[in-house]
């Protein structure tokens, strides 16, 4: 079956959805405090319009109203790992978020050690199709702690994560987003997947820096963030564009 073609990132929103009515929802400016701060210089994320954040189970009981207020604009939620697990806070998750008015996305955290296809799968059987959600995202990266040591080639890698991001655009429609830290980056992505939209993790410096001539999305600059509405250190992120980018954005992704 094709792969849909993908769409320029900063698409015109449709002229009705200037107001409220067009499905545009308030941009609310961060209030987050961090654990420990850095100092990003001129190019600080917090000078960027649009925060979101991203969550799993271990922030526990969330008080997603609160959260959105304090300037969580987007929310990135665990969905599943590998082939069988489900994060056992994702439905609550997922329909409070959105019943707080947070343009939401799931993400999955890959295993190298299970089928692509099975982990496309149990992906699509846990999260629902709703054309309201943000593009959802394949986790890659190397997890000392995760039971799958395995380390595959990077040809091996880049062919498994394209038969799960090709499994699951054909199933939602929208092309995923890749999330990836710096080590797993150099290991195996760059110069690949050009024509796929980046979440980059960057906590010490600015992501072209780290990632050079890597263009991105979402920008993951703190896992040490603090915010009303949840116990404990949350991960904050940014979108990499204005607050009219954002609307475009999010409009050109909604059918």
């Given amino acids: 079956m094709p792969v849909p073609a993908e769409r320029p990132l900063a698409m015109l929103a449709p002229e009705?959805?200037?107001?409220?009515?067009?499905?545009?929802?308030?941009?609310?400016?961060?209030?987050?405090?961090?654990?420990?701060?850095?100092?990003?210089?001129?190019?600080?994320?917090?000078?960027?319009?649009?925060?979101?954040?991203?969550?799993?189970?271990?922030?526990?009981?969330?008080?997603?109203?609160?959260?959105?207020?304090?300037?969580?604009?987007?929310?990135?939620?665990?969905?599943?790992?590998?082939?069988?697990?489900?994060?056992?806070?994702?439905?609550?998750n997922w329909r409070r978020a959105n019943e707080a008015g947070l343009k939401r996305g799931a993400y999955h955290f890959f295993y190298w050690c299970r089928t692509a296809g099975e982990q496309a799968d149990w992906f699509i059987r846990n999260v629902p199709r709703d054309p309201t959600a943000l593009p959802h995202v394949i986790d890659v990266e190397w997890n000392g702690e995760s039971s799958c040591k395995r380390r595959p080639s990077r040809e091996r890698v880049l062919e498994k994560m394209q038969v799960f991001m090709d499994k699951l655009e054909r199933h939602y429609g929208q092309r995923p987003i890749i999330y990836t830290a710096p080590d797993f980056y150099r290991d195996n992505l760059q110069g690949a997947f050009p024509n796929h939209p980046f979440w980059l993790r960057s906590v010490a410096a600015h992501p072209s820096k780290v990632y050079p001539g890597r263009k991105w999305v979402f920008w993951q600059y703190s896992g040490s963030g603090l915010s009303h509405g949840v116990e404990g250190r949350i991960d904050l992120n940014v979108f990499n564009g204005s607050e009219e980018d954002w609307h475009n954005w999010v409009a050109a992704r909604s059918s």
């Fill in 16 to 92: 009705n959805s200037a107001g409220p009515q067009g499905g545009r929802t308030r941009v609310y400016s961060h209030s987050f405090r961090d654990a420990h701060p850095i100092n990003f210089g001129k190019r600080s994320p917090r000078k960027m319009a649009v925060h979101g954040v991203d969550v799993s189970r271990w922030q526990g009981d969330i008080n997603w109203a609160k959260l959105r207020s304090q300037g969580a604009n987007f929310a990135y939620i665990k969905a599943t790992d590998g082939g069988d697990h489900l994060d056992p806070m994702f439905k609550k």
